[in-house]
């Protein structure tokens, strides 16, 4: 995380990190509650090793009845005609939004259906190649002030949401197509996965990624608005929020913080050497969370000695210590021993411990 880090200092920039290393788990387990706006995100902290009680509360929005009236006047500041159709891009545009698959689909479908748009509403991350929107057919508009932003989902008569991978957020520009009515693709994945059929056209990874979301922009589609409307009713009304909110804060406040909750988080587990012999050497875990020796889809934590790699046996709870074979190559050495996560650049590491020969 800290190499992560300064590289990031110096002009580095990658949203994987963003995913590699989720504090949130570790936010999660020192506080008295937790608010999510999907079951997604509940069952993936739990699935993570958070204990603390989650509360899945409403994502609200506040209608904006004049924005559907603007539908003309923003199809017209960008040249847009009623031959047209036009495919909505919302929001802040990382590489999670997969916009390569977009663009190709959109390319494929275009061949099809020539009077076809693609409106990339939004401005693009720092890492995000804006080059390659400048496509025939396609208008980047940067940046939209806050009281302009809803009144373009009016102007589009379709939208693409994908997102791959997921911190496990609710989309807000989701639910502002919801609101304007009209068809949205999402991904067949996390938190997108568990909204109705009926609401949502649902777009499968793989080989047909492109082919079904250029399907999506050029086929008849039935109006999803009734449905959008009900779900809305049903999960993102502001009261619903207030009262889920409410519900959360008094939760927490009938229980007492956990003696052993800190202020500060580690950047990487609290170790001890406790022994070695002939063949191998013995840590202890000094922290107050379990170390994991391997998580799908989380880099995991490893130990180096003398510039190898040292795995560890298994998971090791708080308190408990685990016994870790050494090379034959390093037995007869003394050694110095490295934090590291994998798939993660170590700059300047410092030796946590060093252990001489016996």
Same mark, same amino acid.
């Given at each position: ?51 603390? #009680?989650?509360?899945? $509360? ?5 209608? =904006?009845? @004049?924005?559907?009236?603007?539908? /003309?006047? *923003? ?120 909204? #109705?059929?009926?609401? $949502? ?5 793989? =080989?047909? @990624?492109?082919?079904?979301?250029? /399907?999506? *922009? ?141």
């Amino acid at each position: 995380g800290a190499a992560w880090g300064r590289g990031r200092a110096e002009g580095l920039h990658s949203e994987m990190g963003n995913f590699l290393l989720p504090a949130s788990i570790d936010v999660a387990n020192r506080s008295r509650a937790v608010i999510v706006h999907n079951r997604y995100s509940a069952d993936r902290l739990r699935d993570l090793g958070v204990r603390t #009680p989650i509360h899945v $509360v409403p994502h609200p929005y506040e209608p =904006d009845e @004049e924005a559907k009236t603007r539908r /003309d006047e *923003i199809r017209e500041r960008h040249g847009l005609t009623v031959k047209h159709r036009v495919i909505g891009l919302f929001g802040f545009l990382t590489s999670a939004k997969r916009s390569e698959v977009v663009l190709e689909a959109f390319a494929k479908a275009r061949g099809d259906m020539p009077n076809l748009r693609l409106l990339v509403v939004g401005e693009p991350a720092p890492n995000i190649d804006i080059i390659s929107f400048g496509a025939e057919g396609v208008t980047f508009t940067g940046y939209v002030p806050d009281e302009d932003f809803p009144a373009y989902f009016a102007a589009v008569d379709r939208l693409v949401n994908l997102r791959y991978p997921t911190a496990g957020e609710t989309s807000g520009t989701l639910i502002r197509a919801f609101e304007a009515g009209k068809p949205v693709a999402v991904s067949d994945y996390a938190q997108f996965a568990e909204l #109705p059929d009926d609401c $949502v056209a649902k777009i499968p990874f793989g =080989d047909r @990624e492109v082919e079904a979301l250029a /399907d999506f *922009i050029l086929r008849n589609m039935k109006d999803p608005s009734s449905p959008q409307r009900r779900w809305l009713k049903e999960n993102a009304q502001m009261e619903k929020t207030v009262e889920g909110y409410l519900a959360a804060l008094q939760d927490s406040g009938l229980r007492t913080q956990d003696s052993g909750l800190r202020s500060t988080l580690p950047i990487f587990p609290q170790l001890e050497f406790v022994s070695r012999d002939a063949t191998s050497i013995t840590i202890r875990n000094a922290g107050d969370a379990t170390l994991r020796a391997r998580e799908y889809g989380e880099p995991g934590y490893h130990l180096i000695a003398n510039g190898q790699w040292l795995d560890l046996p298994g998971d090791v709870k708080p308190g408990d210590t685990a016994k870790i074979e050494l090379p034959t190559d390093l037995r007869a050495k003394s050694l110095e021993l490295f934090h590291a996560m994998q798939g993660i650049p170590a700059v300047d590491p410092k030796a946590w411990v060093r252990v001489a020969i016996h």
